[in-house]
């Protein structure tokens, strides 16, 4: 059960929700607390609430298994390979340093732009430079987790991810903007020096006891040994089969998570290099909410001028492109779009086989299988909550501890509502409409935005229910458990500074 330790925790962290749902009463609120008794979860809603998830939020399972089998045929192009080792040449040194604007570059991302979910895409990519550079699986981990939630953690223009706070407590989104940039730069610097103490303290541990983590894998081998006889002054040969054990040993760390290098004739990188850029450039531009966080109208605008333009009276751009978001309303599913066009330039270019392009598209959704089940039962989660909605009654007990707002029950109940509900739009929705009926100040709401953003990304670098965490977990096979020992004291170390940040604005 060793490697599939992340379904476990997950699974029995939808057992432990199914009997919440037993134990504790379902209330909501509109308008006014309503309490409705216990609404039990049975038997039969734990395998069919998976479908509701899928009818749902499937097409985010999709857009992981589509990253998947985008990267298996990336692994059938030896350009790519070439492009990594190249790029790890030009960083030897210096490695420390990259990693470190990896991280920063990561979190700048998902701060402005709202890229939780979009920047998977170049997640394996950015494994396989990790590794390839000669750092481990969790540190893989601390780039790509920990930066996505640091970066939510101090979400500034990033409307995707807290757009509806300020659509719930009627506040702007840009209010105390200072602290959530001081936020994301202190959450930063703290990621970063973790993360070089882990390495450091991973070298000296490899040098105390000498030995690199290896795969052993026994394979039959079959040889055949001469036998020779001597009868009557000649020789007699004779072919004898003998079975034996031929010891593998691979490099666990690599695991199929680094391409293979494939021989032949020289790879010529840059058409690969500008298809990445492309799809990068379009990621940014279509994520960046320009209406909701800058009020700007000129990508929609844009998008109309170019679906309606007329050719001879034909909306030629419109027939072709179909039914087509403007930039700063895309959704992943739009990016699917996106990878499978690039995926199909690249195979041109590059003249890969169509046995290929079909053979590596199919390893890849293999490997991205386990994540995409993962976000299946993790939005499994999210459906349970909202059907049978008993945290309501939590938040209710915890905020009547106290008269009117206090800083430390909200984020208490930050805490908790991100941990109930995977989906921050959700997370929010559960507990501010109840919140905003109790804090009568409408002074306090930008202080109740910067304490629930920063609830969400810190429970989201530890809690079972996080997408992103417990995927990541799953794709590079590393244990719920050795995750929790590493990022321990990096939780410790935010909950002070958010605590000490909270009483400041406080006391100001």
Not at 310 to 315: A, D, S
């Amino acid at each position: 059960m060793k490697k599939h330790n992340t379904f476990k925790v997950v699974l029995i962290t939808l057992l432990v929700m199914m009997l919440l749902t037993w134990i504790l009463p379902a209330a909501y609120y509109s308008g006014t607390y309503v309490d409705q008794g216990r609404v039990q979860m049975g038997l039969f809603d734990l395998f069919t609430y998976p479908m509701t998830s899928i009818s749902y939020f499937g097409y985010i399972a999709a857009f992981v298994l589509i990253v998947g089998g985008f990267y298996g045929v990336l692994n059938k192009i030896g350009a790519y390979r070439t492009m990594l080792d190249k790029l790890v040449a030009k960083f030897k040194g210096k490695e420390v340093v990259v990693l470190s604007i990896i991280m920063i570059l990561i979190a700048l991302l998902t701060s402005i732009c709202g890229l939780q979910l979009g920047l998977i895409i170049f997640f394996p990519m950015i494994v396989s430079l990790i590794l390839l550079m000669g750092y481990d699986k969790i540190v893989a981990a601390l780039a790509v987790v920990g930066s996505t939630m640091i970066g939510m953690l101090g979400t500034t223009f990033g409307y995707n991810n807290t757009g509806i706070i300020p659509s719930i407590l009627g506040n702007n989104f840009t209010d105390d903007m200072l602290t959530k940039c001081i936020l994301l730069f202190l959450g930063m610097v703290l990621l970063i020096f973790n993360t070089i103490w882990y390495i450091k303290k991973s070298k000296t541990s490899n040098k105390k006891t000498n030995v690199k983590k290896v795969t052993v894998k026994e394979e039959k081998k079959t040889t055949k040994v001469a036998k020779t006889t001597k009868k009557n002054s000649s020789k007699d040969t004779k072919a004898a089969v003998k079975e034996e054990k031929v010891i593998v040993v691979t490099d666990e760390e690599e695991d199929d998570l680094v391409p293979a290098t494939i021989s032949g004739k020289k790879h010529v990188v840059w058409p690969l290099a500008v298809v990445l850029s492309l799809i990068f450039v379009i990621l940014v531009l279509a994520f960046i909410s320009w209406a909701g966080a800058f009020g700007l109208t000129v990508m929609n605008e844009a998008t109309s001028a170019v679906t309606g333009f007329e050719v001879f009276g034909f909306t030629l751009f419109g027939k072709l492109l179909g039914t087509v978001n403007a930039f700063g309303s895309w959704s992943v599913m739009d990016l699917i779009v996106v990878l499978m066009v690039s995926m199909l330039v690249l195979a041109l270019i590059y003249k890969v086989k169509f046995d290929d392009v079909i053979d590596g598209f199919a390893k890849g959704v293999k490997q991205a299988l386990a994540p995409a089940l993962i976000f299946v039962l993790l939005y499994t989660i999210l459906v349970v909550t909202t059907y049978h909605p008993f945290q309501l009654v939590i938040y209710k007990a915890i905020l009547g501890i106290t008269d009117g707002f206090n800083v430390f029950t909200t984020f208490v109940v930050g805490i908790l509502s991100a941990l109930f509900n995977v989906d921050p739009a959700y997370a929010f929705q559960s507990s501010l409409p109840y919140l905003a009926s109790i804090v009568k100040n409408a002074d306090n709401y930008p202080i109740v935005a910067v304490v629930y953003q920063a609830a969400y990304g810190l429970t989201m670098l530890v809690a079972p229910t996080s997408l992103i965490l417990m995927g990541t977990l799953a794709y590079l096979k590393v244990s719920y458990g050795k995750w929790f020992k590493t990022i321990w004291k990096l939780l410790l170390e935010l909950l002070v500074v958010l605590l000490i940040v909270f009483t400041i604005l406080i006391l100001i």
